[in-house]
């Protein structure tokens, strides 16, 4: 695979040193390119493919890539034309075509590049809070494997189950390079996806590539679980999300797998109660660590020599400090003071220094790309790397993770931390999960503001005002928050943590305004949206429940009987407006396009000039990720038949509403331009079409209930349309009035 991909690169023009893009988030495929880089002399950069669009672009932009592999090719921006774009599926094909057949390529060594030559760059926002591709070189991925498996004797006996991300650098590290680096086999799941699919590999170091794609939700989260079991695996890697769906879908306690030794866990924050827990339940060690990318993965560890759930354990090799922060009141902190050194659940370990967790070692990152200001300011002139998070170091030299830094909040003269508000909401019985944030003040004081996931699974449910009363009883005055906020999941980064500036930004309504500025940008709209206050009602719900925004929208039908690249050119306008509104992560956006082939019908067009047109919109919009349906079978389930509709127009009362159409001379001249059968009298058939729409506007309205309207006419059209609030939009190039379907 190594030799097809480096002939490959060759084809494409890709220089050493260059750039090669592998966008997506759980093909096996992550490991033969990475490891044809490496040959090369190439640099890989893994990106995920749920980022935003604008987020993917400044990447593209910045990496300057000859090379683009991709799992949706559609769905990429092309900022600069510079680059060629290659599929996943095809490329995955051509390298399995490959080793069956009997002029493949030989298998080659890594003779190429340097041991200090950069190999990967993930980018991520980290210790800096700014996007930056952090250089990785072959000396810190052999640094961080050769650690983890000194510390837990991991060799080419074992065989790793590990779950995908492969933009993450802990999937990278436990699912590829460790298991590289040992000679050991991998087992691939891509858990939480519903496409299945499965490839065994052997590689030329003898070990074993079998990728396998599972869905796992927390209904059959013990089927990913029987997986390990089947597979023989020894180590697997888990996430605090992962256990405690296991947990939900196992209420009995259950054997562990047989094959297993441990489980290691990143990815979030593991609680002391969920691992407690999960090691009870299923009688399996769990260890957790503490890292970053910038540190290529983990730098401590837990062991079974030394696996207390107080630390996130001993330093994996390096050298790890904790340097005092200036103007850091650490009088006032007190670190878990309620509920953490009880004797019975730890080894009651003494407070150390606290202060900012500082690394040194042979994992610390070459430094950012095209920043060396950035590198300069995160790493000291002694070659210690700034981490920004807040911690100490026990006497036993275990490592305790606090927080950030910048979490620190400063109320009223007193410094808060905010953990310590986290651990005592996390025993409220009514909450899974929680993040407390500081939102400055119009007295440049901060306000405390806690934002919980329920139990439930339903923050419209959750009794806000009794868990902050119950709050009040716990802790002291100055550390009760002013506010409880609910929300279906907290918004995390790249590397996994908790957001807490995409939360300040839910908290104030900053990202729900900035959602109704995209909406309204004049790039796309063409007039003020109907219902401001209905969609800032519907986004608020969106943002709190975790679901998608949703948007709907009619596709009609002229004289062609194929898409143009006018359609084409409109339906990506669509993609790149609605992608425009994720301003957040895990914010999606969706679209249903409604074909009309009733309008079509009502304005006299050919049968045999709108079915052909309408199929080959089908998959251009499909290609988009929009859901495709024919109006004609929402009349059927709604039961509506269109000669009713015909009739009802005929009828004493509907003629005396025609009267009063303000629009009325505008529907007339529209059916005498756009009206393909010039026998019928352009009034009739205008009238025609309002008894139609009108007919059909409520059941529309009705099945699409939670969703906004995307129109390409202007608001003196409403009465055509279904009663939802609308957005009104160019249909193609800015200031096009036209509709896609009567473009030539």
């Not at 196992?250 to 054997?255: C, D, F, G, L, T």
């Not at 890292?291 to 079974?304: H, Y």
């Not at 305004?513 to 004049?522: A, W």
């Not at 906004?708 to 609308?726: A, N």
Request: proline share 6%.
């Amino acid at each position: 695979m190594v030799g097809e991909l480096c002939a490959l690169f060759e084809t494409y023009n890709v220089k050493p040193g260059g750039t090669v893009v592998l966008v997506g988030n759980h093909h096996w495929l992550f490991h033969p390119v990475m490891m044809a880089c490496a040959e090369y002399g190439a640099v890989l950069v893994p990106v995920n493919g749920d980022r935003p669009i604008e987020e993917i672009r400044r990447i593209l932009l910045s990496a300057c890539p000859r090379l683009v592999i991709s799992e949706n090719l559609q769905q990429l921006p092309n900022p600069n034309g510079g680059q060629s774009y290659l599929a996943t599926a095809v490329l995955a094909d051509k390298l399995v075509a490959a080793l069956t057949s009997a002029g493949r390529s030989e298998p080659r060594v890594i003779t190429r590049a340097e041991p200090a030559s950069v190999v990967l760059m993930p980018y991520s926002f980290g210790a800096t809070g700014r996007l930056n591709g952090v250089m990785i070189t072959h000396d810190n991925l052999v640094a961080g494997a050769k650690a983890l498996a000194k510390l837990h004797d991991i060799t080419a006996r074992d065989v790793i189950a590990c779950m995908p991300p492969y933009h993450h650098i802990l999937s990278i590290m436990l699912g590829a390079v460790l298991p590289l680096y040992v000679g050991a086999g991998v087992v691939l799941s891509e858990h939480f996806n519903a496409e299945v699919s499965v490839a065994h590999v052997t590689g030329v170091y003898g070990s074993a590539l079998q990728a396998l794609t599972e869905e796992l939700d927390s209904e059959n989260a013990l089927a990913y679980w029987h997986d390990i079991d089947t597979t023989g695996a020894t180590i697997c890697v888990l996430s605090p999300t992962i256990m405690s769906a296991l947990l939900e879908a196992s209420p009995e306690p259950i054997p562990p797998p047989r094959s297993l030794r441990f489980a290691l866990c990143g990815g979030g924050v593991l609680t002391k109660e969920l691992w407690r827990r999960f090691e009870e339940h299923f009688g399996v060690i769990v260890h957790q660590g503490y890292g970053l990318t910038e540190a290529t993965g983990w730098v401590t560890c837990t062991s079974m020599q030394r696996n207390n759930r107080d630390s996130v354990g001993l330093p994996l090799d390096c050298e790890i400090r904790v340097q005092t922060i200036p103007n850091l009141n650490t009088d006032e902190f007190s670190y878990d003071r309620r509920h953490r050194w009880r004797p019975e659940h730890s080894l009651n370990p003494r407070q150390g220094p606290l202060g900012e967790i500082q690394i040194k070692g042979g994992a610390v990152m070459a430094g950012y790309f095209k920043n060396p200001k950035g590198t300069h300011e995160q790493i000291t002139n002694d070659g210690f790397l700034r981490t920004g998070d807040i911690g100490f170091l026990d006497p036993q030299g275990m490592l305790h993770f606090v927080g950030r830094i910048k979490e620190t909040i400063v109320r009223n003269g007193r410094t808060i931390y905010p953990r310590d508000i986290d651990r005592t909401l996390e025993l409220h019985e009514l909450v899974a999960e929680c993040k407390t944030i500081g939102i400055p003040d119009v007295n440049a004081n901060q306000r405390l503001v806690s934002c919980c996931i329920p139990k439930s699974g339903d923050p419209t449910r959750f009794p806000v005002a009794a868990v902050l009363a119950w709050l009040k009883q716990q802790l002291p005055a100055e550390e009760v928050p002013d506010e409880v906020f609910a929300l279906a999941s907290l918004p995390r980064s790249n590397g996994g943590r908790v957001s807490a500036a995409t939360l300040r930004g839910i908290t104030t309504g900053r990202v729900t305004e900035s959602i109704l500025e995209n909406l309204t940008k004049p790039k796309y709209s063409k007039s003020a949206p109907s219902d401001l206050d209905a969609m800032k009602a519907m986004i608020d719900n969106v943002i709190i429940s975790g679901q998608s925004l949703r948007f709907v929208s009619y596709w009609g039908a002229g004289h062609r009987n194929a898409a143009s690249e006018v359609d084409e050119d409109a339906l990506r306008r669509l993609f790149a407006y609605l992608r425009s509104l994720e301003v957040i992560p895990g914010l999606k956006s969706n679209l249903t396009v409604i074909l009309q082939d009733i309008h079509a019908q009502v304005n006299r067009v050919d049968r045999a000039i709108y079915e052909p047109y309408q199929r080959s919109i089908e998959p251009i919009a499909q290609s988009h990720g929009f859901a495709t349906v024919r109006m004609t079978q929402l009349w059927e389930e709604a039961g509506l038949k269109l000669e009713d509709a015909l009739a009802n127009t005929r009828t004493p009362e509907f003629l005396e509403i025609w009267k009063g159409v303000a629009i009325r001379d505008q529907l007339v001249s529209q059916a005498a331009k756009y009206g393909r059968d010039k026998s019928i009298d352009p009034e009739i058939q205008a009238r025609n079409y309002l008894g139609v729409c009108m007919h059909e506007a409520k059941m529309v309205a009705a099945r699409f209930e939670d969703h906004v309207f995307l129109s390409y006419t202007m608001p003196d059209m409403d009465l055509c349309l279904p009663p939802l609030p609308k957005c009104y939009l160019y249909s193609s190039r800015k200031w096009s009035s036209s509709r896609p379907w009567f473009s030539d």
